[in-house]
């Protein structure tokens, strides 16, 4: 697991004091669903002290829609709680946020993510790493939270994501 936290100054205890494990369940859950509708088997949940806000999955095929990734679905349901909540809310997600749903996240204020799965192929960590504004909006990132679950899951219901956010590369044609 790898995990980075910022030193800002500011009370983190939520974050380390939150139930990973039962929060990562939901957004598997959530993947789960999105897998047997067709979609990209892909979860997330916003949960703030410790109560969930929105939950919800990757809807790319059955909305027809690039930007509907389970981590922008559920921002943009929840998105008047976020203005005030934000900031001490945390991001549940199954794969590793690609880089439009990074910028979403960070841009609607949530400052810790947890997911089960590196995604190899977007390499999102090092961007947070090598962006200085980036690395001082994201306090908390949290890798390997249901790990094998996702893994299971992807390769079960999409066998080329699972090949892409594994090896880093497209899968051979």
């Known amino acids: 697991m790898e995990t980075k936290s910022a030193h800002t100054g500011k009370d ?12 990562m369940q939901i957004a598997l859950e959530e993947a789960e669903d999105a897998g047997k509708r067709g979609d990209r088997p892909i979860g997330a949940v916003i949960v703030h002290h410790g109560t969930v806000v929105i939950r919800s999955s990757n809807r790319f095929l059955s ?7 389970a981590e922008n679905t559920a921002i943009f349901q929840s998105a008047p709680y976020l203005k005030k909540h934000g900031r001490s ?10 880089l439009m749903c990074l910028t ?10 947890v997911f089960a799965v590196e995604d190899k192929y977007m390499n ?7 962006h200085p504004y980036l690395e001082k909006r994201v306090h908390n990132y949290l890798g390997g939270v249901g790990e094998q679950q996702s893994l299971d899951l992807l390769e079960w219901y999409d066998p080329d994501s699972f090949f892409t956010i594994t090896q880093g590369v497209l899968p051979p044609k």
């Open 104 to 113: 979403t996240i960070v841009l609607a204020n949530i400052r810790s993510i």
């Open 63 to 69: 909305l027809d829609s690039h930007v509907a990734h």
């Open 89 to 98: 809310c945390i991001m549940y997600t199954t794969v590793e946020p690609c």
């Open 12 to 23: 983190l205890s939520q974050f380390h004091e939150s139930d990973h494990i039962r929060f």
């Open 124 to 130: 999102t960590g090092l961007l947070i790493r090598s």
